[in-house]
C-alpha cells in the first residue's frame, strides 16, 4: 500500500501496537531542558531506575539562562535552582550535557540540527511543544508531556496514539522580502491555530523544496501553533548537504548507507492524506500579527480586519484580545511605534536569520526609541556571527549581541517587556504577558524586525530604500 513520509517513519518505529489503543513508538533521540525534567527525573529515582539508553539523551538549559554574563552565577534563584537541578539530573544519570558557555549549549530546537543530532528517519521527542522543529529533516519530532519525559528516560519507548496525515503544499515562488516566518505566519491564519489539530503535517511543494534548512526548520518550528502534532519535510539534497560532516552526523560508509535510507523517505507518489491543502506563493507578503495568538495576523500592507466568525465567545475573545493589544478593527498597522525588538528564539534564532537582519541594518542606525535584544539561538550561532563580522555590522549600527537562551520568547528569564511596551518578536507565540505581563507582541520575521528596529515603527521591509541590501 501507498504510504506517506510520516507513514514510513512511524511504521519503522513501531515496537507493538494495542488494538483500538496507542502504538509503541522507539525513541532516536530525545532532547531534555530544565524546565519539564525535574519531575521525570524525580520519578526515576522514586522507582530506583536507570535510564535505558543514555547515549540517546542530550541534555541543554535554554529557558531560565540569562544571556549576558553566562560565565558568572545566575542572579535569580528560582532560574538558577531550575538550571543546576538539569545539571545534578545529567550528571547523575550519565547524560550528555551542553551546560552554559560549553559550545554545544543553546535552545534545544537549534543545537539538534547544527550538531548533527537530529538526523532524517528519527524519532524525535522533547518535554517542549516546539519539537516539530526538528520535522524539518524529514523526522517524526513531536512534543511530550513530563511524565512521557520518564517513560521516554525509563524505556525509550512511549506510548502514542497514531495522528491523521495532512499535506501543506505550498507551489510558486516568494516575492521580494517574504520570508519563512511570513509563509509560516501565513499558513496558521489561514489555518487558524486549530485547523491542524489531530493531524502530522508534511510540508511541500515548490517553495519548500526551494527552502534552506533554517528556512525549513523556521516552518516546521510554527507547526504546533496551528494544532498540528507535528510538522515535516522530506528529505533531499539539501538536507543532506546540511547535515554531511556534522559533529554526530554518521561518517565513511555508514554515511553512505544512511543516504540511501533517506532517500526513500518520501510520500509515495500515490500516498493518499486525510487531508490536502494548496497555497499559492504570489498572496504571501511580509507578515505581522495583530493580536494575541499566532492566527490573529495579516499581510503587512493590510487592515486589521473584522470578526469573520459566528459565535459570541470567538467575538468575545477577539474583543479582547484587540483590547489588550491597544489595536482597533480596521486599522493599519504601519507607521506605529515600536518600542522592542527582538530577534531570536527556535524560530528565528539561526545564522541565517542574523545574516538576514545584519544585511539589512548595515549602514543604519537603530533607532534611539528601540530597545532590541538580539540573542542567537545557541553558542555556535555566537561564534559565527563573530566569524563572519556581523557582530561588527550589528555594534556599528548600533545592536548589541547577547548571549544564547530562550531570552525574550518567553518571561523565564531576566529579558522581560515591560508591562504596555510594543515588541516586534520573531518568536513564535503572542499570548497576553507571553513576553512579560502586560506587554504587547507582534510577531514577525527577521526583515520585519530589522526594518522596525532603525526605523522604530511598524515598516513593510520592501519599502526602505537601501545600498546594501543584497535581498
Ligand atoms: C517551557 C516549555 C514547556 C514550553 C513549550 O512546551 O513550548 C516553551 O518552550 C514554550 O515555548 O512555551
Ligand atoms: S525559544 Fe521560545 S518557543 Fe523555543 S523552546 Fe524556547 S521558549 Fe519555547
Known sequence: MARTLFDKIWDAHTVNTVDGGPTQLYIDRHYCHEVTSPQAFDG???????????????????????TLHQDKPINDPVSRKQVETLYRNADEFGLTLFGLGHPGNGIIHVIGPETG??????????????TSTHGAFGAVAFGI?????????????????????????????????????????????????????????????????????????TVCNLSIEMGARGGMIAPDKTTFAYVKGRKYAPKGEAWDNAVKYWESLASDDDA?????????????????????????????????????GNDEVGRASYEKSLEYMGFNTGQHLEGTPVDYVFLGSCTNGRIEDFRAFAGYVKGHQKAPSVTAWLVPGSRAVFEQIKEEGLDMILADAGFELREPGCSACLAMNDDKVPSGALCVSTSNRNFEGRQGPGARTILAGPLV?????????????RKIQFTHHGQ
Do not use: W
Open 117 to 130: 543530532l537530529t538526523l532524517p528517519g528519527y524519532t524525535i521527542v522533547c518535554g517542549d511543544s516546539h
Open 145 to 217: 508531556g513530563t511524565s512521557e519525559v520518564e517513560m521516554v528516560l525509563a524505556t525509550q519507548c512511549i506510548l502514542q496514539p497514531k495522528p491523521k496525515t495532512m499535506r501543506i503544499n505550498i507551489e510558486g515562488r516568494l516575492g521580494k522580502d517574504v520570508t519563512a516566518k511570513d509563509v509560516a505566519l501565513y499558513i496558521i491564519a489561514r489555518m487558524s491555530t486549530s485547523g491542524a489539530t489531530g493531524y502530522f503535517v508534511e510540508y511541500s511543494g515548490e517553495v519548500i523544496r526551494n527552502m534552506s534548512m533554517e528556512e525549513r526548520l
Open 449 to 461: 524586525a530589522a526594518a522596525a528596529a532603525i526605523t522604530g515603527v511598524i515598516t513593510d521591509p
Open 272 to 308: 493518499v492524506f486525510d487531508k490536502e491543502v494548496t497555497f499559492n506563493a504570489d498572496d504571501i507578503e511580509p507578515r505581522i500579527t495583530y493580536g494575541t495568538n499566532p492566527g490573529m495576523g495579516i499581510g503587512i500592507s493590510e487592515a486589521i480586519p473584522h470578526y469573520d
Open 44 to 66: 526515576l529515582r522514586r522507582r530506583g531506575l536507570k535510564v535505558y539508553r543514555p547515549e540517546r539523551t542530550i541534555c541543554s538549559p535554554d529557558h531560565n539562562v540569562p
